[in-house]
């Protein structure tokens, strides 16, 4: 088997990657103590309360997404429970996807009919 050569790009940027990946586990660890220390152990979305082992359930979420704007006064954070969590951000990515303009936007619907059209005359006489 070749064995890879001792400072080479590859393994360099390997390093690079892990050290990354330890700092944002730290920072998360950090700010996680913190958010658990300021909110109660409830998730901000269903109410259901955590201690004990399910505290680990108990995610922070950062209410503008951006994972490194970290106030000290948690105000760009809630607590979460995974699955509310896993909800936010699935309704966030579709959020950003069909936010986005779609080839054939602009042009107009083909259909004229108006199914309502008339309805309010329809009703008047139903008094």
């Known amino acids: 088997m070749p064995s890879k050569k001792t400072g080479s790009g590859e393994d ?3 390093m ?4 990354a990946r330890r700092a944002r586990e730290r920072r998360e660890r ?3 103590a913190q958010a658990l220390k300021m909110f109660p152990h409830v998730c901000a979305r269903c109410g259901r309360e955590f201690s004990g082992k399910r505290l680990s359930e108990l995610t922070v979420h950062h209410k503008d997404h951006n994972h490194d704007n970290n106030p000290p006064d948690g105000s760009n954070w ?3 429970c ?7 951000h ?6 950003e996807w069909y936010d986005k303009p779609t080839p054939g936007d602009n042009q107009e619907t083909a259909s004229t009919y108006k199914p309502f059209a008339g309805l309010d005359s329809l009703l008047k006489g139903k008094k």
């Open 30 to 32: 950090e700010y996680r």
């Open 82 to 88: 995974i699955y509310c969590h896993d909800d936010e």
């Open 12 to 14: 360099k940027s390997h």
């Open 16 to 19: 690079i990657v892990a050290e």
């Open 90 to 95: 699935s309704r966030y990515l579709d959020s």
């Open 78 to 80: 809630e607590l979460l």
